[in-house]
């Protein structure tokens, strides 16, 4: 409020006023102190606030759904012949590269975990994915499936190199998709 001002007045508050008791409304120049709190922001104004952060707390749910958040919900161990050879941090960070002679196969485990590294169980729509990027260089075939696991074979086409991805589908419908996993053949 500005000194002087008899209490009650408008002077201060964004308030002029004209000649003849005419009143014009303007924001600049206002004092950001106390008497300018959001409550006391137009009506115009406040809804365009509050429309931006709905909009914004919408797509960020969204994301997680269209996979643009990494989908930090899972993690894959991929196994072989008693050993960890890959594995993908539910932050999305694949460590370790999977190895195969051209002409050769390998048996692999590969196995979905919850963020908290324990077993995902599938029920009876739900299957593991596993889908090889340049099947010339290399192939998978899955021979047995657990309850958070694909049990197959990876063979080695020619040398070369080529990534495999784990896909969980719930009912059909994707709720992990992993990156890619290198696989080199040799």
């Known amino acids: 409020m500005e000194r002087g001002a008899p209490p009650g007045s408008l002077a201060g508050r964004g308030v002029a006023l004209g000649g003849e008791g005419e009143r014009r409304i303007s924001w600049e120049g206002t004092d ?78 590969i196995s979905v975990l919850d963020r908290a590294g324990f077993p995902v169980t599938l029920g009876a729509n739900d299957q593991i994915r596993v889908t090889v990027v340049s099947t010339p260089v290399a192939t998978f075939t899955a021979s047995a499936t657990a309850a958070n696991a694909v049990v197959g074979t990876l063979r080695g086409v020619s040398a070369g190199q080529t990534s495999l991805t784990v896909q969980l589908l719930r009912a059909g419908t994707s709720e992990y998709d992993s990156p890619n996993v290198p696989v080199i053949v040799g």
């Open 32 to 109: 950001p102190g106390p008497t300018n709190t959001p409550r006391n922001m137009p009506i115009p104004t406040r809804f365009r606030a509050f429309a931006l952060l709905l909009c914004a707390a919408v797509l960020a749910a969204g994301c997680g759904d269209i996979g643009l958040t990494g989908n930090p919900t899972h993690q894959v161990v991929i196994t072989g012949g008693g050993t960890t050879l890959v594995s993908v941090t539910p932050a999305g960070e694949v460590l370790g590269t999977l190895a195969v002679g051209a002409g050769t196969q390998r048996t692999i485990t």
